[in-house]
């Protein structure tokens, strides 16, 4: 009995180291050949993003510490170079605040990447990239390769010329306010939850919605559309009162206003707004909040007369 035991006991011990290793899945990512940045078709000495990635920006600007991904612009790969240049929106500023881009297309002296290589003192003193005082600026073959590219439209991989994105204007939020502008009833919540319906007192027969809204390309008195529309059901809105804003800038800033008459409303029952606007850019009016988003931004965008 014993003898078996032990046998027993050293064969438990042995089983793991007997036990022929299981092979891991094949991961077919494994499989991606990531060396090759080249688009077919466009040889890699064009002046493409491919190229200029290739010489410059991998081997002198994506370095440990700086633009590896950790913050803007991102020089890992030819594509995100380009998504984080070509028409990317300046985080850095000089002190005149005078870039609107990275790179533009066809344009050196609005393109913040030129004067970041070439200017000494854009920002700061000696913060010239590779910076001043922990690198060694760029030889003039690279800079006239990044001069030459931008000048040749700054284009992608497959040699194409960006072009300045417009997007749908972003509607970005509203104040219902008393028709006196002396009182603001949205910050009164129903129980006092920010995203619940805002209280309308049941004696108040009009107030404004006065709805913020910006746009990349049109000026925001120049936007279409724009209306209210309000329903008692947070998903339909096909029977909706529809009611027509009115734009007002007092100051710095710039509102599209609807008058509600509240008095046709009815009372201690939920009504749901939606806006919509149009930068004259679009088939479609931009709409807000929409079917698909979650139910707090209907509920936030909504009043009860109390």
């Known amino acids: 009995m014993l003898l ?52 410059v920006l991998s081997t002198r600007c994506a ?5 590896v991904g950790n913050f803007e612009p991102d020089f890992r790969t030819p594509q995100s ?26 344009n050196t002296a609005k393109s913040v990447l030129y004067q970041r290589v070439t200017n000494c003192c854009f920002v700061n003193t000696n913060d010239r990239m590779p910076q001043d005082d922990i690198g060694v600026p760029l030889p003039d073959s690279s800079l ?13 991989m497959f040699g194409l010329v960006a072009r ?5 204007p972003l509607i970005q939020g509203y104040i219902g306010l008393s028709t006196d502008y002396q009182t603001q009833y949205s910050t009164n919540r129903l129980d006092s939850i920010y995203y619940n319906p805002f209280i309308v007192p049941i004696g108040v027969s009009q107030f404004y919605i006065a709805v913020v809204v910006s746009d990349d390309s049109t000026a925001i008195s120049q936007l279409q559309y724009n209306k209210l529309k309000i ?41 749901y707004m939606r806006y919509y606007v149009n930068d004259g850019q679009h088939p479609q009016n931009t709409e807000f909040p929409r079917d698909e988003q979650i139910y707090a931004y209907k509920t936030y965008w909504s009043f009860i007369r109390q």
């Not at 984080?84 to 297309?105: D, G, H, M, S």
């Not at 006239?144 to 992608?156: E, V």
């Open 81 to 106: 170079s380009f998504s984080t240049l070509v028409y990317a929106p300046v985080l850095k500023n000089n002190a005149q605040n005078e870039y609107a881009f990275r790179v533009i297309p066809y």
């Open 231 to 271: 329903s008692q059901n947070a998903d339909d809105f096909s029977s909706a009162i529809t009611l027509p804003a009115t734009y007002l800038s007092a100051g710095n800033n710039q509102v599209w206003v609807a008058t509600v008459n509240a008095s046709s409303l009815p009372a201690n029952d939920t009504l």
């Open 164 to 168: 300045l994105p417009n997007n749908e």
């Open 144 to 156: 006239n390769l990044i001069t030459d590219w931008i000048n040749y439209g700054a284009r992608d």
């Open 4 to 55: 078996l035991i032990s046998c027993g006991t050293f064969m438990l011990l042995t089983l793991h180291a007997c036990k022929k290793d299981t092979p891991e899945p094949h991961n077919p990512y494994d499989d991606i050949v990531r060396d090759d940045t080249t688009t077919s078709g466009i040889p890699v000495d064009s002046l493409t993003i491919t190229y200029l990635h290739k010489k």
């Open 63 to 67: 370095l440990p510490g700086c633009h």
